[in-house]
């Protein structure tokens, strides 16, 4: 008899347990298939040293965090900062250090610069794979968007899905991945991107 209550009680309780679980779950995911442009903003990324750049230390793939002790988000932020300066303390992050850099800013025609190329975001086109009607909720590509050279997921802070056309598919092989090219409208955002996750 004891036995039987036990069982009845880890029945009752598997069934409670897969209760609650689909209470949890959407009652439907929307499959979708379509192509769209994918904008991410994300790390201040070093791409490109140039020959005339003076900075001590910097390296491809560096995430620049501050300039002067100030935050910055965008290229843009970064030439700023450089409005007759002499001299400026970048703090860059590489593989979980936090570095602190002096550089000394180069007169060039269009006005002050670091002789570095950085990369404020990454676009692409990618694949919405579904989506969830009730919340308007999606997920697209599959895998997260990782920087060309290092292989390391970008950290994004924001970014959105925009309206493209596909001109061209590279078939894949094995041992290489297929390849989609394509004409992307920054003008028709259809969505916000929250995060880009494994």
């Given at each position: 008899m004891k036995r039987a209550v036990e069982r009845i009680g880890i029945a009752f309780?598997?069934?409670v347990i897969f209760c609650v679980r689909a209470l949890a779950m959407p009652e439907t995911l929307v499959p979708v298939g379509r192509t769209v442009g994918i904008h991410l903003r994300g790390e201040l990324t070093v791409a490109a040293i140039g020959d005339d750049a003076e900075i001590r230390g910097l390296k491809i793939g560096d995430r620049i965090t501050a300039v002067n002790g100030s935050p910055v988000y965008?290229?843009?932020e970064v030439r700023m900062s450089l409005d007759n300066a002499k001299a400026i303390n970048i703090t860059v992050e590489r593989e979980g250090k936090t570095l602190e850099l002096s550089a000394r800013p180069v007169q060039r025609e269009e006005g002050l610069r670091l002789g570095?190329?950085?990369r404020d975001g990454?676009?692409?086109l990618g694949t919405v794979t579904f989506y969830d009607p009730q919340t308007g909720r999606f997920g697209a590509l599959g895998h997260g968007v990782s920087e060309p050279k290092?292989?390391?997921r970008i950290e994004?802070?924001?970014g959105s899905i925009s309206s493209c056309r596909v001109t061209d598919v590279a078939q894949g092989r094995s041992g290489a991945p297929?390849?989609?090219?394509g004409?992307?409208?920054e003008r028709t955002e259809i969505g916000a991107i929250e995060k880009n996750t494994a």
């Open positions: 309780a598997v069934i965008s290229a843009e570095i190329r950085v990454i676009s692409g290092t292989g390391r994004t802070v924001g297929g390849e989609l090219h004409a992307v409208s």
